[in-house]
């Protein structure tokens, strides 16, 4: 069906075509209709299926068939508010691009930067307020802005808003609401805490599910590396080094590994980038910008930023730590096999994350198989060679123009008299060790755990 056909107005439509995009795709095409008819509305689909669009549009046709202000005299009609500042920051640029026709005036305010630029922008007057639940909650209680006009609340990325906590936020800017508004929430997941709150503020909505939240791209070959966790950034760097890739995601769990894998790949001659939650929100913007203008050939994450990157051209996502929750394998290798091409998921996995992989795999319902290419002994040779160059992870050789000189603890230890130890049980799983010391009189007593080694 084309967006002519869903009855659009001709400037949008314009403004779509121009893009180079003439058919709506199944989430558009089953939530414009609805929305355009004032409906809440409920939808759950993956990333990349065009959930942009589908409440962007209805937003700027219901606009645009209205009058609008003029100058300060403005007020927010349309509130989105998303988990992340990539994630809003895009979300205006294509309200931006499928508005051009249009009078409409949009704006984003997010956080990690000064609020000075937004506040001006707000005093301007806008119709559109793309926004993140801090800095809005920020702006609101210094009165800067005033939500009574709104006439469509949208929610995206509901399931991350969650994750990421924003629950009490979220409670308090729909306070702010005015009751006869429309409600919209998409959401890539629907776990039980995102359907209880659209119990809560959607009236009577039209539910949209196009996939089961298990599902996969087809488009993307899924592979597993099984590597030991001190010895995956050299399988990374080594794949890295590899011209065939043009340009790759890699997720790490924390952002302090994020900024670990960059530093070794700009050491072995691999440009890279990082973009977590520590990361100002320019040095994002330019990180995201390098890597998109294919300046930066890698770009690091975190899974709070899997959602905000919207980058054509991904070739390949390197799980270099496997997530603990299995939905965020599946955001994560979304970021490539978008728009109909094909891609690459590689994943890492040491001995403590199998379970991890377990989980994935039963949620998924597949098994992901083993990289066709990955030679142990071949690995293990570039691994051992990195050792001897010193660039490896494993441990480190005792360099021999500085050799360990003996701790002053030792040379106690040397002179104690020797002992004699006597173990017995105490309960399974605990050892006490008394240590009888040779001089008589004298008893020392020290407990300690056996950890059962996991799998």
Same mark, same amino acid.
């Given at each position: 069906?084309?967006?002519? +056909?869903?009855?659009?107005?001709?400037?949008?439509?314009?403004?779509?075509?121009?893009?180079?995009?003439?058919?709506? @795709?199944?989430?558009?095409?089953?939530?414009?209709?609805?929305?355009?008819?004032?409906?809440?509305?409920?939808?759950?689909?993956?990333?990349?299926?065009?959930?942009?669009?589908?409440?962007?549009?209805?937003?700027?046709?219901?606009?645009?068939?209205?009058?609008?202000?003029?100058?300060?005299?403005?007020?927010?009609?349309?509130?989105?508010?998303?988990?992340?500042?990539?994630?809003?920051?895009?979300?205006?640029?294509?309200?931006?691009?499928?508005?051009?026709?249009?009078?409409?005036?949009?704006?984003?305010?997010?956080?990690?930067?000064?609020?000075?630029?937004?506040?001006?922008?707000?005093?301007?007057?806008?119709?559109?307020?793309?926004?993140?639940?801090?800095?809005?909650?920020?702006?609101?209680?210094?009165?800067?802005?005033?939500?009574?006009?709104?006439?469509?609340?949208?929610?995206?990325?509901?399931?991350?808003?969650?994750?990421?906590?924003?629950?009490?936020?979220?409670?308090?800017?729909?306070?702010?609401?005015?009751?006869?508004?429309?409600?919209?929430?998409?959401?890539?997941?629907?776990?039980?805490?995102?359907?209880?709150?659209?119990?809560?503020?959607?009236?009577?909505?039209?539910?949209?599910?196009?996939?089961?939240?298990?599902?996969?791209?087809?488009?993307?070959?899924?592979?597993?590396?099984?590597?030991?966790?001190?010895?995956?950034?050299?399988?990374?760097?080594?794949?890295?080094?590899?011209?065939?890739?043009?340009?790759?995601?890699?997720?790490?769990? @924390?952002?302090?590994?994020?900024?670990?894998?960059? $530093?070794?790949?700009?050491?072995?001659?691999?440009?890279?980038?990082?973009?977590?939650?520590?990361?100002?929100?320019?040095?994002?913007?330019?990180?995201?910008?390098?890597? $998109?203008?294919?300046?930066?050939?890698?770009?690091?994450?975190? +899974?709070?930023?899997?959602?905000?990157?919207?980058? #054509?051209?991904? #070739?390949?996502?390197?799980?270099?730590?496997?997530?603990?929750?299995?939905?965020?394998?599946?955001?994560?290798?979304?970021?490539?096999?978008?728009?109909?091409?094909?891609?690459?998921?590689?994943?890492?996995?040491?001995?403590?994350?199998?379970?991890?992989?377990?989980?994935?795999?039963?949620?998924?319902?597949?098994?992901?198989?083993?990289?066709?290419?990955?030679?142990?002994?071949?690995?293990?040779?570039?691994?051992?060679?990195?050792?001897?160059?010193?660039?490896?992870?494993?441990?480190?050789?005792?360099?021999?123009?500085?050799?360990?000189?003996?701790?002053?603890?030792?040379?106690?230890?040397?002179?104690?008299?020797? @002992?004699?130890?006597?173990?017995?049980?105490?309960?399974?799983?605990?050892?006490?060790?008394?240590?009888? +010391?040779?001089?008589?009189? $004298? $008893?020392?007593?020290?407990?300690?755990?056996?950890?059962?080694?996991? +799998?």
């Amino acid at each position: 069906m084309t967006f002519q +056909d869903l009855g659009l107005s001709e400037p949008i439509v314009r403004a779509v075509s121009a893009e180079g995009y003439e058919t709506a @795709t199944p989430i558009q095409e089953q939530a414009i209709p609805h929305l355009l008819e004032g409906r809440d509305l409920l939808g759950c689909a993956q990333t990349g299926t065009g959930k942009t669009a589908a409440f962007a549009l209805p937003i700027l046709h219901r606009l645009n068939a209205t009058p609008l202000g003029k100058g300060r005299g403005r007020r927010i009609r349309a509130l989105v508010l998303s988990p992340t500042r990539e994630l809003a920051s895009q979300i205006t640029q294509s309200i931006r691009i499928y508005g051009k026709n249009t009078p409409i005036r949009q704006t984003t305010i997010y956080g990690g930067v000064n609020q000075h630029a937004q506040v001006r922008a707000i005093r301007q007057g806008v119709d559109i307020l793309v926004a993140t639940p801090g800095r809005l909650l920020d702006l609101i209680n210094q009165g800067f802005i005033d939500l009574r006009a709104i006439e469509t609340f949208v929610l995206d990325e509901a399931d991350r808003m969650f994750d990421m906590g924003f629950l009490p936020d979220l409670r308090r800017i729909i306070s702010y609401l005015p009751a006869d508004r429309q409600t919209v929430m998409f959401s890539a997941t629907m776990p039980s805490a995102v359907e209880q709150l659209a119990t809560a503020i959607l009236r009577e909505p039209v539910q949209i599910r196009l996939a089961t939240k298990t599902s996969t791209n087809h488009l993307i070959e899924q592979q597993i590396c099984f590597v030991p966790q001190n010895h995956k950034i050299d399988v990374l760097t080594q794949f890295l080094q590899d011209e065939s890739i043009g340009s790759a995601v890699v997720f790490t769990r @924390t952002k302090n590994g994020a900024d670990k894998v960059v $530093k070794r790949l700009l050491d072995s001659n691999v440009q890279a980038k990082a973009i977590h939650g520590d990361k100002s929100q320019n040095t994002r913007e330019r990180a995201l910008a390098s890597f $998109k203008q294919n300046r930066t050939k890698v770009l690091v994450a975190t +899974d709070v930023a899997s959602r905000g990157i919207d980058v #054509s051209g991904i #070739s390949h996502v390197f799980n270099f730590d496997l997530p603990e929750e299995p939905e965020s394998y599946v955001h994560r290798i979304g970021r490539t096999g978008r728009a109909g091409a094909t891609g690459v998921a590689i994943s890492f996995c040491s001995g403590h994350e199998r379970r991890h992989l377990r989980e994935i795999e039963r949620f998924i319902k597949k098994s992901i198989p083993v990289h066709p290419e990955y030679n142990a002994q071949r690995m293990a040779e570039y691994m051992a060679e990195m050792d001897d160059r010193g660039m490896g992870g494993g441990p480190r050789r005792p360099h021999a123009r500085s050799p360990r000189r003996p701790h002053a603890m030792e040379s106690l230890q040397q002179d104690r008299p020797q @002992t004699m130890e006597r173990k017995f049980k105490k309960k399974p799983g605990h050892v006490r060790s008394e240590a009888m +010391d040779s001089r008589p009189g $004298k $008893k020392r007593r020290r407990s300690f755990s056996l950890a059962r080694s996991s +799998d």
